[in-house]
């Protein structure tokens, strides 16, 4: 929203939306879940064809899709390996910008992991919509890469 001037004084709302919390069962164990999200290999395998990752503090996930003028830009701000990953966006869709993603990984009594994965700070409510079903589908996509080995990234 928009910047207005009370009594000289500015004031502001930004808006802070998430798609808080899709969480996957998965019958891999977490060092495979990691390689899938943190990898040129393993994020080539369900998301995209084209991908370089710096996988270093600060690095960064460049993600190239088709019909697209540039790649989309995300930096890792946490990265915890075989645990937990961070990215905010630096470059990408516009309602993409300056929001961050989240994969954590999380072992399961039963064996297996769960992968939680939140995408917060959408400036508008429009953005979560937006992005709910599409993260639905490509999580769906990862499972099955994961646990299969199959190779069939969503944008190709």
């Given at each position: 929203m928009s910047c207005g001037d009370v009594q000289g004084q500015p004031y502001g709302i930004r808006w802070s939306v998430s798609l808080r919390l899709l969480y996957l069962n998965m019958d891999?164990?977490?060092?495979?879940?990691?390689?899938a999200i943190s990898t040129p290999d393993g994020v080539t395998g369900w998301f995209t064809a084209d991908a370089e990752i710096d996988s270093s503090a600060g690095g960064h996930h460049l993600l190239s899709f088709p019909d697209m003028p540039a790649p989309w830009d995300l930096r890792i701000e946490d990265s915890r390996p075989i645990r937990r990953l961070t990215l905010s966006v630096q470059a990408g869709p516009p309602e993409w910008e300056a929001t961050t993603m989240t994969y954590e990984i999380v072992d399961r009594p039963e064996g297996g992991v769960v992968l939680n994965f939140d995408h917060n700070d959408f400036a508008t409510i429009d953005g979560v919509r937006a992005w709910t079903i599409g993260w639905a589908t490509k999580m769906l996509a990862l499972k099955k890469y994961a646990e299969t080995g199959q190779r069939d990234p969503f944008f190709a």
């Open positions: 891999v164990d977490a060092e495979t879940v990691w390689q």
